[in-house]
Structure formats: C-alpha cells, structure tokens
C-alpha cells in the first residue's frame, strides 16, 4: 500500500545550522504530500504540503519539493533556531481521501543555542 | 475560534478496563479522524467518520469502536484494555471529504496509560 519512508533521527544541530530530513514515498498515482510537526507536548501542526508534482510547499522557512522522479518530498531548512526544535512527520493519504493519513515514522530535532 | 479539543488530557486505566475518549471538531467541519499514535513512532490511522457515518477503518481489531454525534463531536471507546493500548490518541477534523489537499486540523491527543 502507499506508504512514505522518512530518514531516521535523533538529529541535533546548532542554531543557524542546515536542516534536511529525507522522505520518499511509495504511492500509485500522485498523492498530496505533507510536512506535519509535533512541537513537545502539542498535537501535530500541518507545516506545509504539495498537491501535485514538481510543487513546492513552504511555511516558516521550510521548503519541502514534490519530486515525482525520485518519489521524494525532503524538508529543508536553510537557518534553524532552538524553537523549531520538535518532531517532524511526513505524510500521505491512504487512498482517495486526504485526511486519512499514512505517517512516517518522525524525526526528531533538537536544536542547541 | 477555537480549535480541535479533545478530553481527557490524560488518564490511567487498568487492563480490562473500557476508555472513551472525546473530540469536538472545529466549527463548521463535518470529518472527524482517529489516531493511535504510540511513544516514538508516527500516529496510527484507527477511524475516519463523516456526516456521522464511518468512512474508513485501519487496521485495529474490533475492540476498537468510535461513533460520531449530530453536533459531529465524537467518540472513541476501546474495549478490553490491553497494556499495548498505552498511546496518544489523536483527533482531527476537517472541513469536508473534498477537494484534495484539504488540510485535517489536530487536537492536542489524549495521553492513555494502561496499568
């Protein structure tokens, strides 16, 4: 079944550093793709997302491109602060729905000052 | 406005024992999903519910049951339980089925400890 694969953590980064977290996923067709994060102790937040191959969703300076030839979906970062320390999700549907959602595993992040 | 609530914020029960768990959706939004979401993985889809009807179901046994009411708040009552039932479980809502992309909105998850 559709299904995402999501690089495995802890990842710890100083402030200002780089942040990537790889995702790839394994679907029929082209699903919507998401970023959700889980900041401690809070629900999850929808970061941000991509409808269609080749876009590019993007919120509080996190991109994320829906690359349909390499089936990947990777979150980045260009500049971290200690407050995007949190969980971060990747996501697809599990059929024709959008909001019965496949999750990977998370990645967690911490970032030191 | 507020946003997806969900209560208890946590609770400890027994094995054995039964656990319902409630959600009030966002105003206006008709979809109510359930999640399983157990320390250090990624939520878990349990149970999907629109207009009050089940609309989709994962992969847990049927001790499992949730319903959804005319005000489309909702419940999740689970049965039975069992030490591996320990979890934060999560609600979401969302406006509708449709159209694609549609964002599904979090409550804060109920924290479920069983002794």
């Known amino acids: 079944g559709d299904s995402v694969t999501q690089m495995e953590g802890p990842v710890t980064l100083s402030e200002e550093a780089f942040l990537t977290i790889n995702c790839t996923y394994t679907?029929?067709?082209?699903?919507?793709l998401f970023w959700y994060v889980q900041y401690p102790g809070e629900g999850l937040q929808l970061l941000l997302k991509?409808?269609?191959?080749?876009d590019k969703g993007s919120n509080k300076g996190f991109e994320a491109t829906y690359r349909k030839e390499t089936t990947s979906f990777h979150l980045e970062k260009g500049s971290v602060q200690v407050s995007d320390s949190a969980v971060y999700f990747c996501?697809?549907?599990?059929?024709?729905?959008?909001?019965?959602?496949?999750f990977g595993a998370g990645t967690t992040v911490t970032v030191r000052a | 406005d507020a946003g997806v609530t969900q209560s208890p914020t946590h609770l400890i029960k027994t094995r054995g024992q039964h656990v319902t768990l409630r959600c009030s959706p966002i105003?206006?939004?008709?979809?109510v999903s359930w999640y399983q979401q157990v320390l250090g993985q990624g939520p878990q889809f349990i149970f999907q519910?629109?207009?009050?009807?089940?609309?989709g179901r994962g992969n847990f046994p049927d001790r499992f049951s949730a319903r959804q009411f005319p005000n489309y708040s909702s419940e999740l009552n689970v049965n039975a339980l069992l030490l591996g039932d320990s979890a934060l479980y999560l609600c979401?809502?969302?406006?509708?089925?449709?159209?694609?992309?549609?964002?599904?909105?979090f409550g804060q998850g109920t924290r479920l400890t069983v002794v």
């Open positions: 991509a409808t269609k191959a080749d």
């Open positions: 519910y629109y207009e009050k009807e089940e609309r």
């Open positions: 996501a697809l549907p599990l059929g024709s729905n959008d909001y019965k959602l496949s």
């Open positions: 679907a029929t067709g082209y699903p919507s």
């Open positions: 979401a809502s969302s406006l509708t089925g449709q159209p694609r992309g549609t964002e599904a909105f």
């Open positions: 105003s206006g939004h008709k979809s």
